[in-house]
């Protein structure tokens, strides 16, 4: 999804709270300067997990300029404030301004399968999919995956979550998800094997290593597993990983 990026705003001045603009300016380019501004600050605030704050703002570059970028954010705004129908709403506004902004196709499906409408999910995915403007299909697989997860298929999600390794093979959460579909299937090889590939791009993560442990607990590899259990410890010494991983090291199975 293309990010507007902040605009030169060396002729904008904050004088007590407002924005002032040089005179030889056109009313588009200042419409157009308060537009990113506010736009800008809002994917500031939700990136730090302020919504509320993030929807102000938007709201206010509203005002200047009506884009597919800006109602996608006010989509994820609603998202994560459980307002689903209104995140339904603004998507839809995007794909209207661009039906080619396929990545509001996929916030549609993820606020979809939140709400238990899996097929209509699965199509909204699909729509993505069926788009070849569209640059991140990784992720319309990927979403795809979980919503045959929460339908109870694993059969499929595996076969979603390998599709997106195969076209992104450093997005990392399909390999977590797998190792738990494995580990419940009690494949637990396979398990091992999607957790190593995780270690491989992220090799400090105290969660992989704690799973790893636990897994090959299952086929009572005892050594391999405490080696995994004191790499947590290394790793995330005062963290809930640790405490827990000091459990297994004593003989503790919880």
């Keep these: 999804m293309k990010r507007i990026v902040l605009a030169t705003l060396c002729a904008m001045i904050w004088v007590g709270g407002c924005v002032t603009t040089p005179s030889n300016m056109t009313m588009s380019?200042?419409?157009?300067?308060?537009?990113?501004?506010?736009y800008n600050q809002g994917l500031n605030r939700l990136t730090n997990n302020e919504p509320s704050f993030a929807m102000e703002d938007f709201l206010n570059a509203e005002k200047?300029?009506?884009?597919?970028d800006l109602y996608y954010s006010m989509g994820q705004v609603c998202y994560m404030l459980n307002r689903y129908e209104l995140a339904l709403k603004y998507f839809d506004?995007?794909?209207?301004?661009?039906?080619?902004?396929?990545?509001?196709?996929?916030?549609?499906?993820?606020?979809?399968?939140?709400?238990g409408r899996?097929?209509?999910?699965l199509a909204q995915f699909n729509t993505a999919l069926d788009n070849i403007l569209f640059h991140e299909p990784d992720k319309a697989y990927y979403n795809i995956a979980l919503t045959y997860l929460a339908m109870k298929d694993r059969e499929?999600?595996?076969?979603?979550f390998k599709q997106t390794i195969g076209l992104r093979p450093d997005f990392l959460q399909p390999y977590s998800q797998l190792a738990l579909i494995y580990i419940d299937l009690r494949n637990y090889e396979a398990a091992i094997e999607a957790l190593k590939v995780l270690l491989s791009y992220v090799p400090d993560s105290p969660?992989?290593?704690?799973?790893?442990?636990?897994?090959?607990?299952?086929?009572?590899?005892?050594?391999?597993?405490?080696?995994?259990?004191?790499e947590v410890i290394r790793l995330a010494p005062d963290s809930e990983y640790a405490r827990e991983a000091m459990i297994y090291l004593k003989g503790g199975d919880n």
């Design 118 to 121: 899996y097929d209509e999910a």
């Design 156 to 160: 499929n999600a595996i076969k979603f």
């Design 207 to 230: 969660e992989a290593h704690l799973l790893l442990g636990k897994t090959y607990l299952k086929l009572a590899r005892s050594t391999a597993a405490d080696m995994e259990f004191k």
């Design 29 to 38: 380019e200042v419409n157009e300067a308060k537009y990113t501004l506010n």
């Design 64 to 68: 200047y300029k009506k884009t597919p």
């Design 93 to 115: 506004k995007s794909l209207l301004l661009d039906k080619n902004f396929s990545s509001s196709n996929v916030g549609k499906g993820i606020v979809l399968r939140e709400m």
